[in-house]
Structure formats: C-alpha cells, structure tokens
C-alpha cells in the first residue's frame, strides 16, 4: 500500500501563496499518477489538479487553471500543490491522491486507490 500524509496547509490572506507537499511512503512514488481534490464545508469533493507518474502530463480543474501548479519530485517521493493568487473561495480540505501502475491521470477521484488525510487551508478576505 501507499501512504500519502499532506502538509502545508494553513491560513493566508487573498492575493496569497501557498505550497503544499505530499510525502509518498510504502512503495515506490514513481509509478503512481497523483492528484490533487478538495472540499469545502457543505460541497462535494472537487478535482484540483492531476499529474502524470512521470510528471510530463498535468491537468487541472477550470477554477484553478493558471493559479495553481501541481509537480513532483520523484526522487523524494512527494508531489507538490503551488497555489498563488488565493481566493476566499478556494478555502477547502486538500487532499492528496494516488493511483499505482498507471501511465494515465484522471479528474475523477473515484479512479484513486490512495489518499491522504487531508490539510486544511484558509484564505480570508
């Protein structure tokens, strides 16, 4: 199994900067596509962002498009979630999540066989 613990979250004023990490441990990272969802009080889960095993392929979802970046770093077994120009409305639950095996990313967090607990991030006004 793969174990995925989320940190970086946190307070931030709008207009802010925030990285989040999510460390990979169990087996190997690098054969796992990762991806990013969250969830605000009273919403259903949303997608974020999605890259590929590899790190060539990233997509995101349509309210994050241009603001946020997702990468990964392999070697240290931990993807990264950048988000700059933070809104109000992008206050949520993040979480992290992963697929093993796969060349193939996906925006539907139904196709994840892992994820992690979760880290809360704040934007105020």
């Known amino acids: 199994q793969v174990q995925l613990v989320e940190s970086g979250g946190g307070l931030v004023q709008a207009g802010g900067s925030l990285r989040l990490s999510c460390k990979a441990s169990?087996?190997?990272?690098?054969?796992?596509?990762m991806g990013w969802f969250r969830q605000a009080p009273g919403k259903e889960r949303e997608f974020v962002a999605t890259i590929s095993r590899g790190g060539r392929t990233a997509d995101y979802g349509a309210s994050v498009k241009g603001r946020f970046t997702i990468s990964r770093d392999n070697a240290k077994n931990t993807g990264y979630l950048q988000m700059n120009s933070l809104k109000p409305e992008d206050t949520a639950v993040y979480y992290c999540a992963a697929r093993e095996y796969t060349f193939y990313t996906s925006s539907d967090g139904s196709w994840y066989e892992y994820w992690g607990q979760g880290t809360q991030v704040t934007v105020s006004s």
């Open positions: 169990g087996r190997p990272f690098s054969t796992a596509a």
